[in-house]
């Protein structure tokens, strides 16, 4: 058997896995799924949960009693590589719901965490941060309702140390990431003690507003497959309310909720579009005719991952969604309008890689990029 064999071999072994897990992981939390009728501050009545989301943990309806100055949306995305049409759904959603709710997010680049989560170079991470900061200004973020932070800041390394003495081993060994399994195969992941740190990180991430800012209910928007972030912090947080010299940090009656994706299907057969395997992926990276290739020129299996991409990375209103989605049940009847639709999508695509091209700065240095100098 060839290797390339006993690769797609391992990957749709691990597609059955990721698509299980998922159902365990929704199961196991005991999270609400979508479609139903909550609605988070106004999001939601015209159908954006439904649409775009796939699940949420039960306290959420407790967080939306208290005052929006009280709350706080947490999310962010790893600076290893260029945005996937994945990360573009995360990002589009955040943006979404910053703008239609004003409830504060607090985004983060994580660039330190990354170095130590993938086996990558440090200075392309560090360059890759500054060039997601500029991306998302340029796509809309509003500072007056919020912040973009990376881990590279002093206060995120103090509350680092407050959270790693509160987390164990067990606790990082019960939440997993469910394509960890594809990435240890492929060796991207980052050696046992480093992503033990890039867990802490992430954990600081939840928990980052609550200490410095006294917020009572921070909401994660993530995808599934990256429940643990919230699990974890949560963990964290109950351990600091028990503990004599950190509960003083924790105001009162606080909650740790998530609101969960729905995750774009990576190019079969690859369960998610990852930025770490450039082969599962649309992304802002490639070329022009690369994109369009995987684009217009896409094998029959992946056509229902263009409509996922149209319907949950593009600015296109409801309607406009709709339509496309009937184009896609039609295509083989009416293959031209279905080749439109990608069309018109493309250019949506093209004109998210001009903004990321030219969101890059000039190249630094580690030293530079670590101490600003």
Request: net charge positive.
């Amino acid at each position: 058997m060839k290797k390339s064999d006993i690769s797609f071999r391992h990957l749709l072994n691990e597609l059955v896995k990721m698509k299980r897990g998922i159902s365990d992981t929704i199961r196991r939390n005991g999270y609400v799924k979508f479609p139903n009728d909550f609605i988070f501050f106004g999001y939601g009545k015209n159908n954006e949960l439904n649409d775009k989301f796939l699940c949420y943990t039960p306290n959420l309806k407790k967080i939306t009693k208290l005052e929006k100055s009280d709350i706080v949306i947490v999310s962010g995305v790893g600076a290893t590589n260029p945005p996937t049409m994945g990360t573009m759904s995360e990002i589009l959603k955040l943006l979404d719901l910053q703008k239609k709710t004003h409830i504060y997010l607090h985004f983060i680049v994580n660039d330190l965490g990354s170095i130590n989560a993938r086996n990558i170079s440090v200075e392309k991470v560090l360059n890759l941060a500054e060039q997601y900061v500029n991306f998302m200004k340029k796509l809309g973020f509003d500072e007056k309702y919020g912040e973009i932070v990376t881990h590279n800041d002093l206060d995120h390394q103090r509350i680092f140390s407050l959270v790693a003495r509160v987390v164990g081993l067990s606790d990082f060994n019960n939440n997993t990431e469910v394509t960890d399994e594809t990435y240890d195969r492929l060796e991207l992941r980052g050696r046992d003690f480093p992503v033990l740190v890039d867990h802490v990180f992430t954990a600081t991430d939840v928990l980052y507003p609550i200490i410095k800012y006294k917020k009572r209910g921070v909401v994660v928007v993530s995808g599934l497959d990256e429940f643990y972030h919230a699990n974890i912090g949560g963990i964290a947080l109950e351990r600091m309310k028990k503990d004599k010299d950190l509960k003083n940090l924790i105001p009162q009656n606080v909650q740790v909720g998530a609101i969960y994706s729905r995750i774009i299907r990576g190019i079969y057969p690859y369960f998610k579009q990852s930025k770490s395997i450039p082969s599962s992926s649309v992304n802002l990276g490639q070329s022009e005719q690369q994109i369009k290739k995987r684009i217009m020129n896409c094998k029959e299996e992946d056509e229902g991952m263009i409509l996922e991409m149209i319907e949950l990375s593009s600015p296109w209103d409801r309607e406009k969604i709709l339509d496309a989605k009937n184009k896609y049940k039609n295509r083989r009847m009416k293959n031209n309008e279905w080749r439109e639709i990608k069309k018109a999508y493309l250019s949506e695509v093209l004109r998210f890689k001009e903004m990321w091209d030219s969101s890059a700065v000039n190249e630094k240095d580690v030293r530079v990029l670590l101490f600003h100098k």
